[in-house]
């Protein structure tokens, strides 16, 4: 498994750090701050889940007046990753 380390912008959390495996799948998802127990969430809910799928999900969604979320900006690193 790769691991992967993105620095979000415009949210609370300041890290988000996860791994993906040789097939596309999203392992062990962490974010250092923001709101702890929905982001704890989205780390079961996209625990073994396929990266592009989940990225695809999470896009444009939004926190209040930020125009992006911390989920939106998941969305970007996984892009980032996986190149599309």
Do not use: W
Not at 20 to 32: Q, R, S, V
């Amino acid at each position: 498994m790769k691991q992967y380390t993105y620095t979000p912008k415009g949210v609370c959390s300041t890290k988000i750090e996860y791994e993906l495996d040789d097939e596309g799948k999203i392992h062990n998802l962490h974010f250092t701050g923001g709101c702890n127990g929905n982001l704890k969430a989205i780390g079961r809910l996209v625990e073994g889940q396929d990266a592009r799928n989940v990225a695809d999900i999470l896009r444009g969604n939004e926190c209040g007046f930020r125009g992006t979320s911390c989920a939106d900006q998941l969305s970007k690193a996984i892009t980032e990753a996986i190149g599309s």
